[in-house]
């Protein structure tokens, strides 16, 4: 029995992912590689990916609207939480004043936290409504594309 939930658990993972990559965004999975992306200039949206249902019913679907805007981030990329635990808490140290969510969103800009969408303004919403949300952040912090 656990070996099949490990299979499964596994096969959601590379779903979740695969998701992520086919909508345009870099994963992250070591320490180095968040420095990295979090040090380039301009802004970067940053989504915590996790297996639960609001991530794959709310924010991937969120994460891959989003950014057919006229205004976007210069960067996208992920983390995922509970998978990549070192890239996920290099990148929750970004984040300051904000306690561990996920799924959730940071809009960086220059490596400094603009905003986030938090798990609370994600669960129990509607996809629309993030993606609204989302591109309002955008809108404020984004340049044309």
Known sequence: MDMDFNLFMNDIVRQARQEMETSGYSQLT?????????SKPGTTLVMIN????CAGG???PAAAHSIHY?????????VFAGQD???T???RSYFTGYPPSSPSFALLKDGKLLTMVERHEIEGHDPMSVVNKLQSYF???CEEV
């Open 30 to 38: 070591t320490e180095e590689e968040v420095d990295q992306a979090f």
């Open 139 to 141: 809108d404020e912090y």
């Open 58 to 60: 709310i924010a991937r």
């Open 89 to 91: 808490a290099k990148a």
């Open 50 to 53: 996790s297996v639960c249902g």
């Open 70 to 78: 006229d205004k976007r981030p210069d960067q996208l990329v992920t």
């Open 85 to 87: 635990k070192e890239a």
